[in-house]
Antibody
């Protein structure tokens, strides 16, 4: 059974930093690209960042480019999202999701975690 | 960036009746279209990929159709457990973009 479990969310002040983690199990982790999708309170879904199965290729939404860094550790079946220079508009539930292929690009996501809430407020 | 527009914003349907949700892309996305279901307080769940291929474990009452710029998700006989927001997503062009969602309610 595929499982994705996010952690690391919380309350952070504007300009602060946070690192989110996602623990994956139930599939051959290195064979699949992974992504982060966020959802602001009461709003829709926004793709944020993706990383290829091998970790060599990454993509970012324009809205977060330069402030977020995605990475993965295939030896631990973990994917991470480092968030820097946080703004109020970054407040959202951040979901970790599995793509259906190894390469990162425009993908659909066949499994999702339950999400972790990031709140940016003073 | 391809813009995905869903209609209606809210759909009220009686139990057992058909629900029809629409999704339109600002340009052709071929058949690279997915549908997700998000129940209150839960993560999204993949329903359909490739415009019409149901994901594992998805009941047959959910069906997808369409290609190019216009797509439809049909729930043939609405059940109470189908109350949710439904999102379409194109993955033909990077970045994959989502529609704003259609909320399905029980009438």
């Amino acid at each position: 059974e595929v499982q994705l479990l996010e952690s690391g969310g919380g309350l952070v002040q504007p300009g602060g930093s946070l690192t989110l983690s996602c623990a994956a199990s139930g599939f051959t982790f290195s064979n699949y690209a992974m992504t982060w999708v966020r959802q602001a309170p009461g709003k829709g879904l926004e793709w944020v960042s993706g990383i290829s199965g091998g970790g060599g290729y990454t993509h970012y939404a324009d809205s977060v480019k330069g402030r977020l860094t995605i990475s993965r550790d295939n030896s631990r079946n973990m994917v991470y999202l480092q968030l820097n220079s946080l703004r109020a508009e970054d407040t959202a539930i951040y979901y970790c999701a599995k793509a259906d292929r190894r390469a990162v690009g425009a993908d659909y996501f066949d499994y999702w975690g339950q999400g972790t809430l990031v709140t940016v407020s003073s | 960036e391809i813009v995905m527009t869903q209609s209606p914003a809210t759909l009220s349907v009686s139990p057992g009746e058909r629900a029809t949700l629409s999704c339109k892309a600002s340009q052709s996305v071929n058949s690279n279209l997915a549908w997700y279901q998000q129940k209150p307080g839960q993560a999204p769940r993949l329903l359909i990929s490739g415009a019409y291929t149901r994901a594992t474990g998805i009941p047959a009452r959910f069906s997808g159709s369409g290609s190019g710029p216009e797509f439809t998700l049909t729930i043939s006989s609405l059940q109470s457990e189908d109350v949710a927001i439904y999102y379409c997503q194109q993955y033909n062009n990077w970045p994959g973009t989502f529609g704003q969602g259609t909320k399905v309610e029980i009438k």
